[in-house]
Every structure is written in C-alpha cells, then in structure tokens.
C-alpha cells in the first residue's frame, strides 16, 4: 500500500527536532502490567518495492517543517513506562517478516467511546512507543478492516497524511492531493491515488466522487488526514480524506523508531 521513496519526520522524532516536546492527548493508554494478544500471519504480500533513494533526506527536512507549522501542537515524545507497559490487543506478522503490536482505542474501557482528532490521536500512540496505523501492504489494510468490521467501529484515524504545508512543493509531490499522501507513522510514501491499485479509497463520498475528492474545501478545511470509514456511503470499509480537527477512534501501532529510540536510552528496560 505504499510507493515511491520515503518520507522521514526524522526532525520531529526521536527527539531529535529542537521543537519537539513531550506532551499529553486528551487521553492516555491506561498502563497495563500484563496483557492478552492475538497473533495473526499474512501471507506473502504483492506489494511494490521500490529504491530508496537521496529523497529521503530532502523529505526528512520537509517533515521538520511539518513540526515547525504545528508549533503550537507538538508531536510527542515517547515515556519509557508507558513504552513498557503499553496496552497490546493483537500483534501481526506481515509478509516482511515484520511483527508490530496494536491498540484499539475501543477495545479497552477507558477508552472505548474516546474520540479525538487526528494529532491527538498520534500523540497518544507515541506516548506509548507506537503511531497511528500505516498500512503498508495489502494484507495489512485487510487485517486493520476486519477489526473495523467486528467491532462495528463506525470510522477510525490512521497515520496518514497529505503533505499540503510548507515544504512540500517538490515536483514529485505535485499534485498534492494526487502525489502528496504518505504514512506518517512510517515516512513510506502512498501511491499515486490516480493509480487505484495502489490504495484502498473510495470510490465515492459526500459528493459522490472518488476519494480523495478535498470536499470541504470550498469551505476553507483541507481534507488532509487519512481516514477509513465503514460503509458511511454504502461503500464497503474504505479510506476517505477528511479535514484533520474532526474526532474519531484510532488505532495504534508499534513504532520501530520510537521503541528502539528508548530502547538506546534506556538499556535496562524490557519492551
């Protein structure tokens, strides 16, 4: 489900953005000393693998500007007991070989009915060592759906993310609202949403238009942040751009970067 180079918040994670700062959503995951989880393993995935490339750095510095547009809304940094204690309600295998842990927001008590906007949602997973969910593969998109689905969850916030602020006038970005999404959770770049093979949006929406159709536009809210929405318009579990300071549940999963960031930091604690 991603394609093309990387984009890197590399300024803003691992504590290495000056502008950074540990702060707390409107909620926290409830520490857990001992949980349940399921394991579930995808098969071999068809996903495209493309090359990285120097890319990655003139995205690392977009993404720094990313923090600086937020300034007044940091991404968070990660607690180590949080990190340890971590509420994980399924964990995955995908075709990589890559196993995260996940949270979903209305799976536990304290947090069941919790809905919060997009970057609340994010800050409350890296609190915990983790992110909103990219889906990187198609099993993946497959596995997150199905949570949807037996929970009748009517939508949730995933990590992703158009890149439509300062910065992001590179040419292979343009059209935004075309070349411009990725996962910000990972930095790994969604394909062209012209090419619908390489996503999983809707083919319609409020407007009746394939997604991601920027519908509240006109009335000055960019449709910037990646949501899936079971069945909103008699359209199956699909992903739908909407405007970023709308609530919803969300779902978290590990972050590679921020688990082996306190993990460097703090040598004697298991998680």
């Known amino acids: 489900m991603n394609v093309g180079g990387l984009i890197r918040e590399d300024g803003c994670g691992g504590g290495s953005c000056p502008l950074a700062a540990a702060i707390t959503g409107r909620a926290q ?35 720094a500007l990313f923090c600086y547009a937020d300034a007044q809304r940091r991404l968070a940094l990660p607690d180590p007991r949080s990190c340890a204690n971590r509420v994980r309600h399924a964990t995955y295998r995908d075709g990589r070989g890559v196993m995260h842990s996940y949270f979903m927001s209305w799976e ?117 942040c990646l949501s899936i929405l079971n069945n909103f318009y008699n359209d199956g579990i699909k992903w739908h751009d909407v405007a970023c300071h709308h609530v919803k549940p969300f779902i978290c999963e590990d972050s590679d970067e921020l688990l082996n960031f306190v993990r460097s930091r703090n040598p004697g604690l298991r998680i």
């Open 29 to 63: 995951i409830p520490q857990a000393s001992a949980t349940s989880t399921s394991t579930t393993t995808a098969p071999q995935p068809s996903a495209v693998h493309t090359e990285m490339s120097r890319k990655v750095c003139l995205a690392a510095a977009l993404l």
């Open 108 to 224: 536990h008590a304290p947090t069941r009915n919790l809905e919060v906007d997009w970057l609340d949602a994010r800050n409350i997973c890296r609190r915990h060592c983790m992110d909103t969910v990219s889906l990187e593969t198609p099993q993946e998109n497959e596995f997150v759906k199905q949570k949807i689905a037996r929970g009748n969850i009517r939508y949730i916030w995933t990590s992703g993310r158009k890149c439509n602020f300062a910065g992001c006038d590179r040419p292979d970005l343009q059209p935004p609202n075309v070349n411009g999404w990725f996962w910000s959770g990972s930095g790994a770049k969604i394909g062209p949403t012209t090419q619908r093979n390489t996503g999983d949006w809707s083919y319609t929406g409020g407007y009746g238009q394939p997604q991601p159709d920027n519908r509240e536009a006109a009335q000055g809210n960019d449709e910037s």
